[in-house]
């Protein structure tokens, strides 16, 4: 596609629910990232993939973290049994290779109640 | 580790105003640098980048020169507008890419 797409924009989910965060990145990208940015925060790094190579999961805050990637394109992000501590925004990125210029999608913002 | 250190916020100017945004970074061999922009209720877009030393970004009127003698990579505008009202994100990426460093974002109101 023309931009990293990212799915849903908003979710409120109750506390304990597991939730699916969706990222499509631009067409032939072979990196994709997930960062999270929380209120008054800075961006926190998640994971990482890299074309066919074990992502880096230095990121990831716990073990309810969790994501994959399908075909090398699109990738979800799974949290479960949601704290309100997960509230944040949610920022996938992709870029034509590693150490390029990332293009970020819109976010999904997760709220926890 | 690699890291960056931006300017904090918030800055409020009045339009036409000079813009410096201070980042300096720490990193082992050559990174590349960025600075991003979040406009309001949008995600992060590329607002300028450079590879290398004293490689100069520019874009929409802001500037930032890289700077390896002082690790710094300063962004500067000489005439703001109320439109560049956003946050701004300083960051850093390594050869081997495999994630960005980011700045905690510096805030920028401009009012007319």
């Known amino acids: ?12 989910t109750e506390k304990g629910k597991d939730v699916e965060l ?42 309810r973290f969790s994501a994959e990637r399908t075909g090398g394109s699109v990738s979800t992000l799974t949290i479960q049994r949601t704290q309100q501590e997960d509230s944040a925004v949610y920022l996938c990125a992709s870029s ?18 | 580790g690699d890291s960056v250190t931006q300017m904090e916020g918030p800055v409020t100017l009045s339009e036409e105003a000079f813009l410096t945004i201070n980042c300096t970074y720490t990193a082992t061999g ?5 600075w991003y922009v979040q406009y309001p209720g949008e995600g992060l877009q590329l607002l300028l980048k450079a590879t290398k030393a004293d490689d100069k970004g520019s874009n929409k009127g802001f500037e930032a020169t890289y700077r390896k003698e002082t ?42």
């Open chain 1, 1 to 12: 596609g023309a931009g990293v797409s990212q799915s849903p924009s908003n979710k409120v």
């Open chain 1, 22 to 63: 969706r990222c499509d990145p631009i067409s032939g990208h072979t990196a994709l990232y997930w960062y999270r940015q929380s209120l008054g925060q800075g961006l926190e790094f998640l994971i990482y993939f890299q074309g066919n190579s074990a992502p880096d999961k230095s990121g990831l805050p716990s073990d």
């Open chain 1, 96 to 113: 034509l290779a590693a150490g390029g210029s990332y293009t970020f999608g819109s976010g999904t913002r997760l709220t926890v109640v």
């Open chain 2, 30 to 34: 050559y990174p590349s640098l960025f």
């Open chain 2, 71 to 112: 690790t710094s990579f300063h962004l500067e505008k000489g005439s703001v507008q109320v439109s560049d009202s956003a946050v701004y994100f300083c960051a850093l990426s390594d050869r081997s890419g495999n994630q960005f460093y980011f700045g905690t974002g510096t805030s920028l109101t401009v009012i007319p």
